[in-house]
């Protein structure tokens, strides 16, 4: 899995004035920006688009754009499904998010020129199912938990299930359905950003960012390593990257603000970074498999519980499932593994049976940015200059619009959902451990 | 998969005066050989290294060699292990193509100029395992079987087969060694294969054979499709196959005999095959799993039943663990599926619970040449030049050095084994049903 571990783990080395990393065909590399971007997940590139839309010159860098968990994400824009006890700061958030997600899908269609099917944004609901008698008692304890909270879902018996998804098994024993939810396929919506960003001439350079550049206190930029040869690049024109070289001859983006976006890295990627603006994310492995199929075999999302173990199969326009996802934390490995794949089989056969007929058509695994309190990091760090977008776990692509709104302090914060994410909050209690 | 797919499924059609097929770096294509071999799998590919060692002037054709059901294969060469009530004949052939393979796995790593280890050739034995109390009532059974056959067994209870391979599951209840059972790594012993080939200057043309040519009642060789393009040829040489064209401007190979060796294609792939020649093969698809380890998570190959179900695990050479292998009546269909990856992970697991940490390096599909008596088609056809070396359906790789031996009546037939394999075997069953 190449593009899993195309951001290195290890610390980054020192660049040096090497064959110098060319910008991309959508711009060139000019002298300073008024935001740069380093990271190009889908939360780095929603980022630098909405900027871009507002009129800021805008740069963002990654070697390898939507490669990480952008790429392995299942795409599911279902924070109601999703809620779970002593959530609910996460369920504001996906909420609000959600409610941006129309939008924000109808102006990435126009702005990328790709047309309105571009992102195979779906609106259809997701249906949460239980498989054995614990799984039914916690569905109905969750529908009561959600009952509270004003949610909007229906429950729905077996046989209801079935009849809105015939191909599961007569052994559900009841549902509950999130109408509200949707899902969006996470590999179009970066590439959407991707040509919205070249259409609006943004450069995204295909190198890695490898150390904050500062003046006095404040972040000015960061450093680039050479480029990773030829390849990478996608429209890479070389030997245009004249411009943007720094002092010593390295090659540097400047910028008024950088925005750290590189999801599980983003406490690792960048020297320079200081202890009390470090990130508290560490990375939670992802394992999914995608199957083929000629004819849809669901017409929603279904989320499930078997025995206790989660999965959902997440259809896509073109007849494709994706069955996710493992949860694991084994540091930097993306290593798909045979028990990965097997618990995700177990528990999609029980919940669709007709699975196993499916061709496999990819196994992946990706690391997801998780931080001890399960919610993202977005916005001002204790150093001046540096903005977080990072830490969104499981939510990155459901997140994504309110990401860069908070972000870019686009529609104010009547809410007050930018102190659930600020990253200042880890301060505290990072200077009480310290004293 | 496309290596599975190479050797097309339809009728193949009328070759015509296209750009020609090169032949290989391996030799220029004469203007007619002793031998023509039509498959470059491992059956197809033994018989032209052995016929070449004789002094024969040999050519063989495959668009894509050794990527059909060699390059699936596991490479058990376990005739003990996996004798069949009723198939004692098979056995027979099997026991008598092993006592060949130690000289025929030494001439080769000499012949390839790969040295000593280039097959991954194994000799430690192969361990039967029983599960479930069901398993070992069936265990118990074919032990007395194998006693009766005088097979050269011991029973073990499940301690004594932990003792042996301490990553056995606790539930494992017993077992049978078989230690004159080996194992080789097929994509090492056609890689060998080919090797020898080109160092004794044999063509492999990277072509389908599409057609036979005949002259009167007798296969004087056979017609080449025109080449798949760059990048298929290995070394193809283009602009050298001026040599060999027939008399319509199509390529032909001219051989006094050709030997069919397309595997579960042989029946389909060439035009101008009478019926009465025709092999009775049909597809028996098999799927497998290849897992990576650091370490050997086994140091011999283990074959089980868990609950019925059979599974076995062949570790290489370098940590690499293969699970096989599902066996399917589905036609031509070599669609990796998730059913396919489930069952094998299902069985694995239960007899080594640690495969669940390996990695997944590779799942493919493949098909396997199947017979009506599970007996091999190998010696003299219906049709006058043309020879057999096909349907060794799950026996391919164990089987190749009896089916060169017998192909080229190398050592004699003391033991009646020629009779056996013999294709006219089906001649009078078919012409009682045609009466």
Same mark, same amino acid.
């Given at each position: 899995?190449?593009?899993?571990?195309?951001? *290195?783990?290890?610390?980054?080395?020192?660049?040096?004035?090497?064959?110098?990393?060319?910008?991309?065909?959508?711009?060139?590399?000019?002298?300073?920006?008024?935001?740069?971007? /380093?990271?190009?997940?889908?939360?780095?590139?929603?980022?630098?688009?909405?900027?871009?839309?507002?009129?800021?010159?805008?740069?963002?860098?990654? *070697?390898?754009?939507?490669?990480?968990?952008?790429?392995?994400?299942?795409?599911?824009?279902?924070?109601?499904?999703?809620?779970?006890?002593t959530e609910e700061p996460l369920l504001r958030l996906g909420l609000a998010s959600l409610a941006r997600w129309p939008a924000f899908a109808a102006e990435l269609?126009?702005?990328?020129?790709?047309?309105?099917?571009?992102? =195979?944004?779906?609106?259809?609901?997701?249906?949460?199912?239980?498989?054995?008698? =614990?799984?039914?008692?916690?569905?109905?304890?969750?529908?009561?938990?959600?009952?509270? $909270?004003g949610l909007p879902v229906e429950r729905l018996t077996g046989r209801e299930c079935r009849r809105l998804e015939p191909m599961l098994a007569p052994a559900v024993?009841?549902?509950?359905?999130?109408?509200?939810?949707?899902?969006?396929? !996470?590999?179009?919506?970066?590439?959407?950003? $991707?040509?919205?960003?070249?259409?609006?001439?943004?450069? /995204?350079?295909?190198?890695?960012?490898?150390?904050?550049?500062?003046?006095?206190?404040?972040?000015?930029?960061?450093?680039?390593? !050479?480029?990773?040869?030829?390849?990478?690049?996608?429209?890479?024109?070389?030997?245009?990257?004249?411009?943007?070289?720094?002092?010593?001859?390295?090659?540097?983006?400047?910028? =008024?603000?950088?925005?750290?976006?590189?999801?599980?890295?983003?406490?690792?990627? $960048?020297?320079?970074?200081?202890?009390?603006?470090?990130?508290?994310?560490?990375?939670?492995?992802?394992?999914?498999?995608?199957?083929?199929?000629?004819?849809?075999?669901?017409?929603?999302?279904?989320?499930?519980?078997?025995?206790?173990?989660?999965?959902?199969? /997440?259809?896509?326009?073109?007849?494709?499932?994706?069955?996710?996802?493992?949860?694991?934390?084994?540091?930097?490995?993306?290593?798909?593994?045979?028990?990965?794949?097997?618990?995700?089989?177990?528990?999609?056969?029980?919940? &669709?049976?007709?699975?196993?007929?499916?061709?496999?058509? =990819?196994?992946?695994?990706?690391?997801?940015?998780?931080?001890?309190?399960?919610? *993202?990091?977005?916005? !001002?760090?204790?150093? !001046?200059?540096?903005?977080?977008?990072?830490?969104?776990?499981?939510?990155? &692509?459901?997140?994504?619009?309110?990401?860069?709104?908070?972000?870019?302090?686009?529609?104010?914060?009547?809410?007050g959902l930018a102190a659930l994410c600020s990253p200042l909050r880890f301060q505290e209690h990072r200077s009480q451990e310290q004293s």
């Amino acid at each position: 899995m190449p593009h899993e571990t195309a951001v *290195p783990v290890s610390p980054a080395p020192t660049a040096s004035a090497g064959p110098s990393a060319g910008p991309s065909a959508s711009g060139p590399v000019a002298d300073a920006y008024d935001l740069v971007v /380093v990271g190009g997940g889908v939360a780095g590139l929603s980022v630098a688009w909405r900027a871009a839309r507002r009129g800021l010159r805008v740069a963002a860098a990654d *070697p390898a754009p939507a490669s990480g968990a952008s790429h392995a994400a299942a795409g599911m824009l279902a924070p109601v499904s999703e809620v779970t006890y002593t959530e609910e700061p996460l369920l504001r958030l996906g909420l609000a998010s959600l409610a941006r997600w129309p939008a924000f899908a109808a102006e990435l269609a126009a702005d990328s020129g790709l047309g309105a099917d571009a992102l =195979d944004y779906r609106t259809d609901g997701t249906l949460e199912v239980a498989f054995g008698s =614990d799984d039914l008692a916690a569905l109905d304890e969750l529908a009561a938990f959600m009952g509270v $909270l004003g949610l909007p879902v229906e429950r729905l018996t077996g046989r209801e299930c079935r009849r809105l998804e015939p191909m599961l098994a007569p052994a559900v024993r009841g549902g509950l359905l999130a109408r509200e939810d949707a899902w969006v396929d !996470p590999r179009r919506v970066t590439a959407a950003l $991707l040509a919205a960003l070249e259409r609006r001439g943004v450069p /995204v350079v295909r190198a890695r960012a490898t150390a904050l550049e500062r003046s006095g206190g404040t972040v000015t930029g960061v450093r680039l390593a !050479p480029a990773a040869g030829a390849g990478t690049g996608g429209g890479t024109a070389p030997g245009r990257g004249g411009s943007g070289e720094g002092a010593g001859g390295d090659r540097v983006l400047r910028g =008024d603000r950088v925005v750290l976006a590189t999801g599980a890295w983003s406490g690792t990627a $960048l020297e320079g970074l200081p202890a009390e603006a470090l990130p508290p994310v560490r990375p939670v492995k992802g394992q999914i498999m995608r199957l083929r199929s000629a004819q849809p075999v669901l017409s929603r999302c279904v989320r499930g519980a078997v025995h206790g173990a989660r999965v959902y199969l /997440v259809p896509r326009g073109d007849g494709e499932l994706v069955l996710g996802a493992t949860q694991e934390e084994l540091g930097f490995d993306t290593r798909v593994t045979a028990g990965g794949l097997w618990e995700l089989l177990r528990d999609a056969r029980e919940l &669709v049976p007709g699975v196993t007929e499916l061709e496999v058509a =990819d196994v992946t695994a990706g690391l997801r940015p998780g931080t001890p309190d399960n919610l *993202p990091l977005v916005g !001002p760090s204790a150093l !001046p200059g540096l903005l977080m977008a990072t830490g969104h776990h499981r939510g990155g &692509v459901l997140l994504a619009p309110l990401t860069a709104d908070l972000l870019l302090e686009e529609s104010g914060d009547p809410e007050g959902l930018a102190a659930l994410c600020s990253p200042l909050r880890f301060q505290e209690h990072r200077s009480q451990e310290q004293s």
